[in-house]
Structure formats: C-alpha cells, structure tokens
C-alpha cells in the first residue's frame, strides 16, 4: 500500500492512494460487517460543521460531463495509467485541467429557502444554536453570491475564482476518477479511447454522461487551501459508472 499527496496549494495536500488497500478493506468490510462495526457506544454525534451543498448543479459549459472511472488491469498498471493520462491530455486540449467542470461564469447559488429547507433536515430542531448559526452563514453567503453583495470580511470574487483549483474533479485510489466538461467530439474520443484498451485487456472502466456537474462543499477557512469542493457527475455520476466497471470485471 503506497499512499501519495497531490499539494493543491502550499502546506495543503490531497492524498491519493494505490496497493488495493482500500479495495481490500471495502472487501473485508462486506465480507463480515459485524466484525468491523463501529459500536454504538463509540459513534460520535455527526460534525457537520464547514460541510454545505449551496450551489446549484454545474451546467455543462462544453457539451457534456463524463463521469470516469478507469481501473488499470495488466502486469504493468503503472505504465497503463501514464499512457491513458498522455491521451486523455491530448484529447482534452493538451491538458485535462482545462476540462474541470467548475465554472464560476455559469454556477449559481441556491435561493435563501432552498438552503434554509436543505439545512432544516439536518437538525432536530429549528430553534437550536446550531441550526441559527447555519441559518445566518446561509442568508450571508445569498447574499455575497447570488446577490452579489460586497463582503467586508473576505474577496468573495478570488474566493469563488479558486475554487476550481480546489475541487477533487480527478483523484486516484487505484481507479482513476475523473469529471470532466467536454465537448461531443471529445466525448466520443474518449470513449473509443477507453473501448480499445478495454479490449486490448489494458484497462476495465465504468462511464457515464450527464448535462451537468454537482458540487459539494468543505470550507474551514475562504483562504486558498482552507477550502475543497468534492465533484460528481449529474444523474448518477460516478455511481452510474461504477455499475458499468463492476460489468465489465465480471466479463
């Protein structure tokens, strides 16, 4: 098990993984969940606290976002990922960061009663510390967001800049996970790409399209690395496409 660190920002790192470590855990845990069950008297109360879903979903700005999930198979798995990240690249105008789904110029924020409502179901009650806390930062980020309303307390503007470079839109654990905006052109490159390999017994991959892209965040600090934005595709996302890599394995 060889765990490795992607430095998003100075000092602040995202951590990848490759081994089957965690495929091997995922399996002993299905294998025998009373074994490996947390006990009830150990669970501590949820810490939603930096954890939101406010923005809405990320229209595709290209023409379609794919979900990938791509396992290298073979004697050299190594080899195999450099090479489909090589052609990935090209396909993807040279460099696949271009094709992050993050856009700020087409993202929108939810409305004050959208996030007030999402918020509500997390808390027992309504008249709690808590849930008044949640409320406020809610009704304060509306504002700055989607009303555009100066902020004297951090650049609303450089903060939401950033948040591309601060999303997960592609990360490792020995399947390559990517969302990726792209055009159909692209799209249908990609699939031949992942069609081929396939066949030539290099690679099993799961994929799946949508219009647009969801983004969930965690924000301890507006600053650049106090902030990351998990990714998924739109209807089903990676969970549509780990259906099609759990058929293809069994093949």
């Known amino acids: 098990m060889e765990v ?25 845990i299905k294998a025998d969940p009373a074994k490996y069950a947390v ?65 700020t110029s087409n993202m929108s924020y939810r409305s004050i009663l959208e996030n007030l409502a999402a918020e509500a179901r997390l808390h027992e009650s309504l008249w709690s510390p808590a849930f ?23 650049d609303a503007g450089r903060y939401a800049d950033s948040m591309g470079a601060h999303s997960d839109f592609r990360k490792f654990d020995d399947i390559l996970r990517m969302v990726v905006d792209c055009t159909p ?20 991959y799961g994929l799946h399209q949508s219009s647009d892209a969801l983004m969930t965040c965690f924000v301890y600090d507006v600053k650049d690395g106090g902030h990351i934005h998990f990714i998924d595709g739109g209807d089903g996302g990676y969970a549509a496409a780990a259906r099609g890599l759990k058929a293809r394995l069994k093949h």
């Open 4 to 28: 490795g660190k992607l430095e998003l920002f100075a000092g602040k790192t995202m951590a990848s993984f490759r081994g089957g470590g965690l495929a091997r855990a995922d399996a002993l």
């Open 39 to 103: 006990p009830e008297r150990a669970k501590p109360g949820a810490d939603l606290t930096g954890l939101s879903c406010r923005w809405k979903p990320i229209p595709s700005e290209k023409g379609q976002i794919l979900s990938l999930l791509i396992l290298p198979q073979g004697p050299e798995p190594d080899a195999v990922l450099r090479t489909v990240l090589a052609d990935l690249d090209a396909i993807l105008n040279g460099d696949a960061a271009e094709a992050n789904p993050v856009h």
């Open 132 to 154: 008044l806390g949640r409320a406020a930062g809610i009704i304060a980020a509306v504002l700055i967001f989607k009303w555009r309303l100066p902020s004297l307390l951090f």
């Open 185 to 204: 052109e692209q799209g249908a490159a990609i699939r031949s790409l992942l069609v081929r390999l396939d066949g030539e017994g290099k690679l099993s």
